[in-house]
């Protein structure tokens, strides 16, 4: 499965509804949320996800109900000074 970088602008959201789509995102058997990074007082959101095609993380959207302004195909990755294929 490829990843993906999600972002969103939400103004409005709250701890408790990012939680419960944050919990909803594990039970999908199509798609996965692996890591959410969010600043509720600015209502920004960015979001890594792992699916097979974009357009099922779209259909997840629209199925949740989320708004989302892009998402990118995560083709490399750093962490710790690493550089590796995603």
Same mark, same amino acid.
């Given at each position: 499965? +490829?990843? #993906? ?13 990012? +939680? ?16 959410? #990074? ?22 997840? #959207? ?25």
């Amino acid at each position: 499965m +490829s990843k #993906f970088m999600c972002t969103h602008t939400m103004k409005g959201v709250t701890r408790d509804q990012f +939680s419960q789509v944050v919990a909803a995102a594990q039970q999908d058997p199509t798609v996965k949320g692996l890591q959410s #990074f969010a600043n509720l007082t600015e209502g920004k959101i960015y979001c890594v996800w792992q699916a097979l095609q974009p357009e099922a993380i779209v259909a997840w #959207f629209k199925k949740m109900n989320v708004p989302y302004d892009s998402i990118t195909q995560i083709e490399v990755e750093a962490a710790g000074g690493a550089v590796k294929t995603a």
